[in-house]
């Protein structure tokens, strides 16, 4: 389906295939057209080179968290409950904090596995889990 643009009455009508010249069914005038040279009107917009680029791991979401320096905190200092602080979530790094002593590190394998999720899971199930979520103390 090729669409044009009458030149002298101003409408849009289609063809089924490209042709050297058509008739405007609302007009009458004949015209020459350039195959290529004007591009149907239905053609979807190309979108900008990147647009489309899913957000990367370091990169911020809407949210302005970034799960790439989460799983960074998570990873060297989630014993102290870094990530829940800079996800704004301090009541649960306390817990995670007091679970640490509590534990004596074992529950570092939670906070190893916390670091694995926010490396694979979408930037949208990263913020909806740990960033909107009411939950205080968000675990996986
Ligand atoms: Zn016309």
Known sequence: MITYNCPKCGKTFTT???????????????????YGQQPAQGAPNQA?????RPIGVFDEGPSGKSRGVAALLVFFLGGFGAHYFYLGK???????????????????IILLI?????????????????????STFPLF
């Open 48 to 52: 900008p080179y990147g647009a489309q």
């Open 16 to 34: 089924q295939t490209e042709v050297q010249s058509v008739k405007c069914p609302y007009c009458g005038e004949v015209f020459q057209t350039v």
């Open 90 to 108: 301090a009541a649960g790094g306390i817990i995670c904090f007091l679970l640490t002593m509590i534990t004596c590190g074992l529950w570092g």
């Open 114 to 134: 916390q670091t694995f999720l926010f490396f694979t899971m979408s930037q949208e199930d990263f913020e909806r889990k740990f960033v909107y979520s009411t």
